[in-house]
């Protein structure tokens, strides 16, 4: 079956560094999204990773290990918006996304 | 501005009614989906239409139709055979290029039943 999964809920510091991991097991693999969602609003759209390594943008980076199915997205120098959910969404082979339940960022001051 | 425009965004329903939400894009995507999340869930795929007047169901669609007759518009009907219906609702498109298309999500509806 298909499977994701990533920490329910993490607390981190304003100005401080957070990792938050996926693993997942899909039908075939055709990349991986980031999304990140506030609370009662639609999912938008942070970043993509389709080959091994690093993908930085500003703040914001996404890695991804296909051989591991396992990515992470890495968030620096947060800021007290950045308190959202934070989606990890593979790709099986069908180009369909499956979603994992999020993980809930808290930031506090 | 190009965006996708989900209506209503509060609504609330009766058991045993039906209820249509409104999905409109400007984006000229090809593919539009609807998606339903529950607390503590992910999101849940119940129908995508990749093509006018095509569409395929997802992992959910028992108690919801849909209907594709333009290109911009993909309403979504939950009926009355959906036996847990209050959640809330998203509507998304992309660009028929899926390989690097994200996806473009509505602002979201959420249905209640009283």
């Known amino acids: 079956g298909q499977n994701i999964d990533q920490p329910t809920e993490m607390t981190a510091t304003e100005g401080a560094i957070v990792q938050i991991n996926c693993t997942y097991q899909?039908?075939?693999?055709?990349?991986l999204f980031w999304y990140q969602q506030h609370a009662g609003e639609a999912p938008t759209f942070l970043s993509y990773n389709v080959l091994d390594g690093l993908e930085e943008k500003g703040r914001f980076s996404s890695f991804l290990s296909r051989s591991k199915g396992y990515s992470y997205l890495l968030l620096k120098e947060l800021q007290m918006k950045d308190s959202a959910s934070y989606l990890c969404a593979p790709m099986d082979s069908n180009y369909q996304l499956i979603w994992g339940a999020g993980t809930k960022l808290i930031i506090k001051p | 501005d190009g965006g996708i425009t989900q209506s209503p965004k509060y609504l609330f329903r009766k058991e045993g009614q039906n209820v249509t939400l409104s999905c409109e894009q400007n984006l000229n995507h090809d593919a539009m989906y609807w998606y339903r999340q529950d607390p503590g869930q992910g999101l849940r795929l119940i129908y995508y239409?990749?093509?006018?007047?095509?569409?395929q169901k997802g992992d959910i669609a028992e108690g919801y139709s849909v209907s594709r007759e333009k290109k911009e518009s993909f309403p979504l009907t939950v009926t009355s055979a959906q036996k847990n219906p209050t959640a809330f609702y998203l509507c998304?498109?992309?660009?028929?290029?899926?390989?690097?298309?994200?996806?473009?999500f509505g602002e979201g509806s959420r249905l209640t039943v009283l």
């Open positions: 899909t039908s075939g693999f055709n990349g």
């Open positions: 239409s990749q093509i006018v007047n095509d569409f």
């Open positions: 998304a498109s992309s660009p028929t290029d899926r390989e690097t298309g994200e996806l473009f």
